[in-house]
């Protein structure tokens, strides 16, 4: 999913130090955490007792209203021994009879849930409803799971679904549990003419019935999670067109359900082709199309962005950052989603990420722009972790700054520390495969990339994933008798005082092209020695080619023990600097600029009156040492 919206999450999430167990979500732990907005604790385990294999919906639809009358059957089986099948359904809706294994059932409807007694260890059951949600909840998510909006553009209706995280309740009797993927469906939607109706799989029929009226009969044959079931229906004009995936012989069909509107069609065509291209290259880095036997296509709507429904992504427009954004979810969400909203960087992270590769892939002038735009996001946040310790905070799951950005972020770290492309986009791959239509954990991703590229990743998963903030470096050089480099590193968040990912310095030398070090990072005040015969002048930047979320800041040592025995003034400073000593001695005194360059250097005894007008405008560091004592303060020269 990709929202547009600008929004602010109000919420903390509390992290619970560095050394956190990384245990996969479906750990007793994470159970707790569980969604139970409308649910018991006790109904949600209830629920977990059986799976459903198979789903048959048959619903009358509009595109005018959100009105929907018909039924929905699930097949399903028992794990464990229980006493009635549970499911959510929104209690607006009319409960016109409930029919378990072609017999009529008894039922308890209590606010959102259903309570079906039932001894069968294979069931049947089939819900029949009818009605509209009457009051429009205030969601993060800008509705209710069943919506109709006006188009701007072209002031069409439309009707269209939206259920993650917890809404398919809100136009479904459904399970919702991400753990439990339904194997196969058949969705029937009745609609007038000549409205089109899009959804999961392959459009297996469009019939005319009396009335004016038409059935699209769609069916899937891939293991579908509830959220990703879908449906929209509008005034659509079918723009379908087929593209050839990498090794394979078989072409795939794109089918988009645009506004019939030739002024749009004109604008958007160019975009909406390179979904082809886009399909092309997200097979090639993470294995050919999940769902490739069937289809991908679009669904215009209202929604303010995208999101992900399996095979037919419903979206408000095809700028490419959204359409890569949804297609690469087809892989992170939809082949392999999250065990957990603890996890959703799983899917969000990894999408947010896809835009980037595209960028990279295809229009590698601008990929910079993307990268940088992560960047200016995450860096609002200077707390909160990517994990989501709060699976019931639908604004925090799907915080723009973290979830997606900083989670997009700590891939192109991730990628950097793996340091081999080859094996890294392997290891996305083999992700892909063992957990293919099934879900999986941070600590299942985690394994498998240790695994492929021989690492341990436990202090990246920590300090970036459970941890909070991000690095910020200080940096200067000095010369002697060799030349030292010096990097301080503070965080923005106490909460994870120290990241230990190896950092890139690029640095100037004297006569020589520049050069990148690539120095390891194990304290907060680190030294590093390199013999003078390198001729490293200065440091120029740090990170120079952005692949670690951090800031940088004037250099200053952490070691004070003046007491106010030395004083700087004026700052700002025009002309004249005065250093006042009180306590006399053998001191260095040394002016830095912000390349880390030491411009002046003098030893002193006592206080010290200097001169400043040779020295060009800006900040500086000034720094004082003797034997004992080390103080650090930036002033300005005007």
């Known amino acids: 999913m990709k929202l547009f919206l600008l929004f602010i999450s109000f919420f903390v999430v509390i992290f619970f130090g560095n050394t956190q167990e990384i245990n996969c979500s479906k750990s007793i732990k994470s159970q707790k955490k569980q969604k ?19 789903l048959v919906m048959d619903l009358n639809i509009s595109s005018k209203n959100t009105k929907i009358s018909g039924y929905v059957c699930q097949n399903g089986y028992f794990k464990n021994e229980s006493d009635s099948i549970l499911l959510e359904l929104h209690p607006d809706y009319q409960i016109d009879s409930i029919l378990l294994n072609n017999t ?42 069943i919506i109709n909006g006006t188009d701007s553009y072209s002031q069409n209706k439309v009707t269209y679904t939206l259920s993650e995280p917890f809404s398919a309740s809100d136009w479904w009797p459904s399970k919702q549990s991400l753990n439990d993927k339904i194997d196969s469906a058949d969705l029937y939607f009745t609609t007038e003419a000549p409205d089109l109706v899009g959804s999961n799989g392959i459009l297996i029929s469009k019939t005319n019935l009396e009335n004016n009226l038409r059935k699209f009969h769609w069916k899937t044959r891939y293991p579908t999670t509830y959220y990703l079931f879908s449906f929209a229906v509008g005034p659509y004009l079918d723009y379908s067109f087929k593209t050839f995936l990498p090794n394979e012989k078989d072409s795939i069909l794109i089918q988009n359900f645009i506004y019939a509107d030739s002024i749009f069609f004109r604008l958007n065509k160019k975009n909406i082709d390179l979904t082809g291209e886009y399909l092309k290259t997200f097979s090639s880095i993470y294995g050919t199309y999940p769902f490739k036997n069937e289809k991908y296509g679009h669904c215009l709507s209202t929604i303010n962005g995208g999101m992900e429904h399996q095979t037919m992504t419903t979206l408000n427009g095809f700028n490419p950052n959204l359409v890569a954004h949804e297609l690469a979810h087809q892989w992170f969400g939809d082949h392999v989603t999250c065990s957990s909203y603890e996890d959703i960087w799983l899917n969000e992270g990894f999408a947010t990420y896809s835009e980037y590769l595209i960028y990279e892939r295809l229009f590698p002038d601008k990929k910079d722009i993307i990268l940088n735009s992560f960047i200016y996001r995450a860096k609002t946040k200077k707390e909160g972790s990517v994990f989501v310790d709060d699976t019931l905070n639908e604004s925090r799951i799907f915080s723009r700054e973290l979830s ?67 690095p910020i470096y200080a940096y200067r050089t000095e010369k002697d008798l060799d030349t030292k480099i010096y990097i301080q590193q503070t965080t923005t968040s106490s909460k994870t005082p120290l990241f230990t990912t190896p950092i890139e310095v690029l640095v100037a030398r004297q006569d020589l092209p520049d050069s990148i070090l690539k120095l390891s990072i194990s304290k907060n005040n680190e030294v590093f020695t390199f013999p003078n015969s390198l001729k490293i002048d200065y440091i120029k930047s740090i990170d120079p080619n952005n692949y670690i979320l951090h800031e940088t800041t004037p250099y200053s040592s952490l070691q004070n023990t003046s007491n106010e025995t030395i004083k700087f003034y004026p700052n700002p400073c025009q002309n004249e600097l005065y250093i006042e000593i009180s306590n006399p001695g053998n001191y260095t005194f040394k002016l830095i600029d912000l390349q880390g360059r030491e411009v002046f250097i003098k030893e002193i005894n006592s206080s010290y009156k200097m001169n400043t007008e040779k020295f060009n405008k800006g900040i500086y560091l000034i720094e004082i040492s003797s034997e004992n004592t080390v103080i650090s303060k930036k002033i300005m020269f005007e």
């Open 36 to 54: 139970s907005v409308n649910l018991q604790r006790s109904d949600l385990e209830r629920m977990n007792n059986y799976n459903i294999t198979y």
């Open 104 to 145: 009529k059932s008894s039922f308890i409807q209590r606010n959102y849930l259903l309570i079906i007694p039932n001894k069968h260890k294979q069931f049947n059951v089939c819900v029949f409803y009818h009605g509209k949600i009457n009051n429009i909840q205030s969601q993060f998510m800008g509705g209710q799971g």
């Open 404 to 470: 997606y950005d900083k989670g997009a972020l700590i891939i192109h770290t991730l990628r950097y520390l793996v340091n081999n492309d080859s094996l890294f986009f392997k290891s996305l791959k083999e992700y892909q495969l063992n957990f293919s239509h099934s879900f999986a954990c941070v600590s299942d991703f985690k394994k498998t990339v240790e695994k492929v590229c021989n690492l341990d990743l436990s202090n990246f998963f920590n300090e970036w994933y459970y941890g909070q903030g991000y």
